[in-house]
């Protein structure tokens, strides 16, 4: 019994490995901000870097997305809806973290107001530091992801 | 330039507001007057002000006086009329802090202020429909801008733990 559960769990797994695969060559993104995060990541969007290039697009809502942005800090307010954001976005289904805000609290480690590590409300797969990330950071930090998919069997996402 | 000359604007307002009600009055400088008002009077002169031309409601904004157990309540109000910038000051008990709000006066201009202050220093505004939060939505603690909120004890015991090695020094760390 438990054997056949075991089984089932990781042909579920691979199916969504091979799901991520595909889906890699066109990733589309959600932003969800509050802070600088997301003004560093406008200049993606145009002629400059263009994410465009590499199958990179915004969506306008999260049930279209396979990955979400997470950019900046986040305050008690703002995580609220950040969690439902990630609830509504489809398996399988990848976070990624920008700026040394969402990692530490950054230059505001001691507000009564904003959250201080990201990885205690929604599971993150993948920090960028900075403050704020370079563009190209970012894409960096893109390609591991991709690269991580590709050769490892195990399932990003935690969830 | 003679005294009299120079300040005759703002004089002109003294009397008008002085006429009607007993109140401290005192001219900063041009175009800016400072009237002291008692806190029981406040909407009254609130509503003769707007009706000699003070419409424009910039800001409210709160001082807290710790030693003298006071709020200071400062009200911004800006004539287009005479250009001139007439600033009301209340005190309140600071443990107990209630006033009569003026939503019905300068209505939204007022709304978000009081909402805001609501939300940082407690204030209770009488007669103001809406005075839920703006940001701190499930917060149940002494509100944040007061002065005997200690927030770096609030911020440690919050989000950091002692037994975690690397957030030691944040414990550490002088105030």
């Not at chain 2, 604007?9 to 008692?38: C, G, L, M, Y």
């Not at chain 2, 003769?48 to 910039?58: A, E, V």
Request: net charge positive; proline share 5%.
């Amino acid at each position: 019994m438990n054997d056949m559960f075991k089984k089932q769990e990781f042909s579920d797994k691979q199916k969504k490995v091979k799901k991520l695969k595909t889906q890699m060559k066109s990733l589309w993104v959600f932003n969800w901000f509050n802070s600088c995060g997301f003004i560093e990541l406008i200049p993606l969007v145009g002629s400059r870097w263009d994410m465009e290039r590499f199958g990179m697009i915004l969506t306008s809502t999260p049930r279209h997305a396979d990955v979400l942005f997470i950019t900046g800090y986040q305050t008690i307010k703002s995580i609220k809806r950040a969690k439902r954001i990630y609830e509504q976005m489809p398996e399988p289904r990848i976070v990624i973290a920008l700026g040394s805000c969402s990692m530490t609290g950054g230059m505001y480690w001691d507000s009564y107001n904003t959250i201080k590590k990201l990885d205690n409300y929604i599971p993150v797969d993948l920090y960028i530091p900075g403050c704020p990330p370079r563009p190209e950071a970012i894409f960096e930090g893109v390609q591991k992801m991709m690269e991580y998919i590709k050769n490892n069997k195990k399932m990003v996402s935690k969830s | 330039m003679n005294k009299y000359l120079e300040y005759q604007k703002e004089n002109r307002i003294i009397r008008k507001i002085s006429s009607k009600f007993k109140v401290e009055v005192s001219i900063q400088r041009k175009r800016r007057v400072w009237v002291a008002v008692s806190k029981k009077d406040l909407v009254e002169i609130s509503n003769f002000i707007k009706g000699i031309g003070f419409k424009h409601l910039s800001a409210i904004s709160v001082t807290d006086l710790i030693k003298e157990k006071n709020y200071e309540l400062t009200y911004h109000v800006w004539s287009y009329q005479d250009n001139t910038l007439l600033t009301i000051k209340t005190r309140i008990n600071r443990d107990k802090p209630t006033i009569d709000s003026v939503v019905s006066i300068w209505e939204d201009n007022a709304q978000i202020h009081e909402r805001e202050l609501h939300e940082l220093f407690g204030v209770e505004f009488k007669n103001n429909p809406n005075l839920t939060p703006l940001f701190l939505e499930d917060w149940n603690n002494t509100p944040p801008f007061r002065k005997d909120f200690n927030w770096r004890d609030y911020v440690r015991d919050e989000f950091y733990n002692k037994e975690n090695k690397r957030e030691e020094p944040y414990w550490d760390a002088p105030l």
